[in-house]
């Protein structure tokens, strides 16, 4: 237990300005989210807020959420952009893409927050604080790890390749690569449940609560 303690430390030491730059590269993607909801004119938004809005009453009056299928099309999902990481960080010239993955994950969170709340006010941060967060405080940890072990997969690849003081087996790399990835993945499997199970029923019952206001 001491050695694996030992071993982490020694890892983000060795490599915590790859960890700040993804932290810091996602930051800058949920800001940006927030500023293009700002830059909307007032007919954009209020056309997306027309969609919005007809799926809260739609889920009001239908109860048409599909919680299996909810969680399979998420599962789905996070199994595609984690599979897309992966083999990212295989293709030693991947981590520009990583990087723009990583930017559009945080963009895509500071938009949805940032509508939400610019549209409705306090009723949008509730929104936002039961369908959106609960899960992503699982997922967004896990994708910037993913990130940044791609990354770094892809810096001992180039290094293997063009270094001849590199003698680390390529293949005990790879195994413990991969074996990262399905943990992380383990833990996208329980984000998909919470967003399906609790987190889109949390939403509901809110929803419903803020309609009869």
């Known amino acids: 237990m001491y050695l694996q303690q030992r071993l982490l430390k020694n890892h983000f ?8 730059f993804i932290s ?3 930051l800058i993607g949920i800001i ?7 830059s909307m004119n007032f007919i954009q938004k209020q056309d997306l807020y027309f969609y919005l809005n007809q799926f809260f009453k739609q889920t009001i009056d239908t109860n048409s959420i599909s919680q299996p299928m909810l969680f399979w099309d998420s599962l789905s999902y996070h199994l595609k952009y984690m599979l897309l990481i992966f083999i990212l960080g295989i293709s030693v010239i991947g981590m520009p893409v990583i990087t723009v993955l990583l930017f559009i994950k945080g963009l ?7 509508f939400l709340v610019n549209q409705m006010g306090w009723y949008g941060l509730f929104i936002s604080s039961v369908s959106i967060a609960p899960q992503n405080l699982l997922v967004i940890p896990v994708y910037l790890i993913a990130g940044a072990i791609a990354m770094i997969f892809s810096i001992t690849l180039f290094k293997q390749l063009f ?3 590199m003698h680390q087996p390529v293949m005990k790399v790879f ?3 991969g074996v990262l990835f399905l943990l992380l993945f383990a833990c996208l499997v329980i984000a998909a449940f ?4 609790l987190s889109s029923q949390a939403m509901e019952m809110v929803v419903k609560w803020i309609y009869s206001q």
């Open 108 to 114: 895509v969170v500071g938009f949805s927050v940032g």
């Open 175 to 177: 195994m413990q690569y």
């Open 13 to 20: 030491t060795s490599y915590i300005n790859i960890y700040v």
């Open 24 to 26: 810091v590269l996602f």
């Open 32 to 38: 940006f989210g927030a500023i293009i909801v700002n």
């Open 163 to 165: 270094s001849k003081r």
């Open 194 to 197: 919470i967003e399906a199970f």
